[in-house]
């Protein structure tokens, strides 16, 4: 076998991309940068960014480490000679420009980062305890030659801000180039002037020559969306759980409905009357004190009454019954809330999932694509046969091929996400997030009891249950008598008003009982369907438990396979890893070919693609076994 044929090493593709996203982002700003600028600068592709760097934010955050700690480690080498306290600090002033001199764009880099309201928390906690460790080092590197005598007592606290302020003069001055290079005897002679004590003289000049000049913020785009936004807005915003709250108003509406059972019924009445000629015509003016619709030809007849049913046999069943509605319709909303949460979180990680899956085809086909051309190039030297050329091709198409799928996936699945958040169609969408690994190893049993428990569902079927019982019992009602009781209270007068001295006023107390005899088999009817719901409802609670109990044991057993398969995927990503690293060392050895090597890169994609199937195949039983007991919505009241 021959030497393979010299190409390109990763490590310059990977270089290309840091160095054109440091300078991008230094003059634009990281949140003002997209993927796009990036890989356009750096004469390569975006599935070739996210094979190295997995997204801009890792990238970034990646340049961000490397420029911190390339900093620190060279500022501690100097620290840490034997030199005089001056000398030292010449050196290190001198580090400082030579730093940001050999890395254009670090300073304004480092300074978009800490601006980015995006970024600067993740900037802020990587330089934490780099920082740590070098101002224990400058602190040593002070108190050691406070020991010595080249520098007097209580000044390190005092010189090590000054030295802060020299570096950060010289980082803010690396964006000048305009400014002359700090030679040797300007950088000592600050050196002495510090040493020497002479601190107000140094800040001045610090503060002076330190003249930052920060990049103007522009408007941030709309974050992607997380998980724990899609479910706030989702239970807020959704029909289903409009749907469900205006059936709890509903219900309560009805019970008020019910409740005329209870209370009085209070009417007043008031009828104006015109007749042709009184009913003793010329003899009412002779008689005085005569009712008005007797000596009147038009007068108001009014009445104010109250009737109250004081035993009826409906009252207890209508009182269950309002309960019973009540607890249907939170029920109700529970189970909304349920079914929306599953629907969210499987939108959701269907998305990730094809999120992700996108950008691993996209990076397996950037590999299968140079995988062919290199073959191509090898054919044409004689180097390599037909069929080499053509499982080369065969594996671009299917990479090409899965790439458009995931593209699709992605597209079909924000969609579906969009509806469940009742987005606008012209809104853009985007997610981010990771699939957790929440570890469940609760037992069956107590998955079957919570469930049992908590189902919404079971709930339901218990309250329709209990709606039926309520419903035939007020059937049966109709064979039994009712207690009543009314009083009523009415005058005539030719006034609208009352209190004239024309009224004429009377009042009517009654008492009985009302004993239904014979209705035309309405209520014989009504008692004989109520009977047969009844039955229906018990058998339909049933149903509903064993559909339960099934569901629990489908979704709890599906968890344990896709447990196992994480892990073993887990295990396959360790090994393709561990493959690659040594087919890489291989090739650069020159004991592997080219094509070799490919195909372990497309076999770590591979097990990468399948590490996050198994991933979304465990989030989704996961969830589905959260949704079968009764979570996150309880159901118990």
């Known amino acids: 076998m021959g030497r393979p ?25 990281i949140d003002n940068v997209s993927v796009r600028d990036i890989v356009r600068g750096a004469r390569t592709t975006q599935p070739m960014l996210y094979y190295y760097f997995g997204s801009k934010d890792k990238l970034c955050l990646n340049i961000f480490r490397e420029t911190i700690e390339g900093f620190f480690a060279g500022a501690e080498a100097v620290m840490k000679t034997e030199k005089r306290l001056a000398l030292k600090l010449e050196e290190l002033f001198c580090f400082y420009e030579s730093f940001f001199a050999s890395n254009p764009g670090a300073a304004r880099f480092i300074l978009q980062g800490f601006l980015s309201p995006r970024h600067g928390r993740d900037f802020k906690t990587a330089v934490k305890n ?91 785009p709309a974050r992607p969306w997380a998980l724990e936004s899609c479910l706030f807005r989702a239970l807020q915003t959704n029909p289903s759980m409009q749907s469900a709250r205006e059936g709890l108003k509903a219900a309560k509406g009805q019970n008020q409905m019910a409740l005329s059972e209870f209370v009085p019924r209070v009417n007043w009445n008031t009828v104006y009357i015109k007749n042709d000629k009184t009913s ?24 104010l009454s109250v009737d109250q049913t004081l035993f009826s046999w409906r009252m207890a069943p209508l009182r269950r019954t309002m309960k019973a509605n009540t607890k249907l319709a939170s029920l109700k909303l529970a189970a909304a809330e349920n079914d929306l949460t599953l629907n969210v979180k499987k939108a959701f990680y269907t998305s990730l999932y094809a999120k992700q899956l996108l950008l691993i085809s996209q990076a397996a086909e950037a590999v299968a694509k140079e995988n062919l051309e290199t073959s191509q190039a090898l054919y ?17 198409v299917n990479a090409k091929t899965a790439a458009i799928s995931a593209r699709n996936t992605l597209t079909v699945s924000l969609e579906a996400l969009r509806l469940l958040l ?3 169609s012209g809104e853009a969408l985007d997610i981010e997030g990771d699939f957790p690994e929440t570890p469940k190893e609760t037992p069956l ?35 039994l008598p009712t207690v009543f009781a009314g009083f009523s209270y009415a005058w005539e007068g030719i006034d609208f008003a009352p209190g004239s001295g024309n009224d004429y006023r009377s009042w009517t107390a009654k008492a009985g009982i009302s004993i239904p005899l014979f209705d035309g088999f309405f209520s014989i009817g009504r008692f004989k369907a109520q009977k047969a719901g009844l039955a229906q409802a018990k058998e339909q609670s049933r149903a509903a438990s064993d559909g339960v109990v099934m569901e629990v044991r489908q979704y709890y057993y599906s968890l344990a396979n896709t447990r196992e398969s994480l892990q073993a995927q887990k295990e396959n990503v360790e090994t393709a890893a561990e493959n690659l690293r040594i087919a890489q060392e291989r090739y650069k050895m020159g004991l592997l070919s080219l094509l ?31 949704r079968a007991t009764g979570l996150p919505a309880a159901a118990a009241n």
């Open 280 to 303: 003793l015509g010329s003899l009412a003016a002779a008689i005085p004190g005569l009712r008005p619709s007797m000596s009147s030809e038009d007068y108001y007849l009014s009445s």
């Open 445 to 479: 049993a107590d998955e079957l009891n919570s469930a049992l428990a908590r189902r919404p569902e079971l709930g339901l079927a218990k309250a329709a249950e209990e709606l039926q019982v309520s419903a035939k019992e007020l059937a049966r009602a109709g064979f």
């Open 130 to 220: 780099a920082e740590v460790s070098h101002l224990k080092n400058l602190d040593h590197m002070l108190k050691h030659h406070e020991e010595k005598g080249d520098l007097k007592r209580g000044r390190a606290e005092v010189l090590k801000s000054l030295v802060d302020g020299v570096f950060l003069h010289f980082m803010f001055k690396s964006k000048k180039t305009t400014q002359p290079p700090l030679t040797g005897s300007l950088a000592g002679s600050l050196a002495e002037v510090i040493c020497k004590g002479a601190c107000a003289l140094a800040m001045s000049a610090l503060l002076l020559a330190a003249a930052p000049v920060l990049a103007e913020e522009n408007a941030q």
């Open 5 to 29: 044929l010299q190409r390109p090493s990763a490590y310059s593709v990977k270089d290309r991309l840091r160095q054109t996203a440091m300078e991008l982002c230094a003059g634009h700003g």
């Open 380 to 396: 044409k030297e004689g180097k390599v046969s037909t069929f080499d050329v053509s499982r080369a091709s065969v594996r671009h």
């Open 422 to 424: 009742s987005l606008p």
């Open 596 to 626: 070799d090597l490919k195909d372990a890169e497309l076999s770590n994609i591979e097990a990468r693609t399948q590490q996050v199937k198994a991933l979304y195949d465990y989030n989704i039983a996961f969830t589905s076994l959260e």
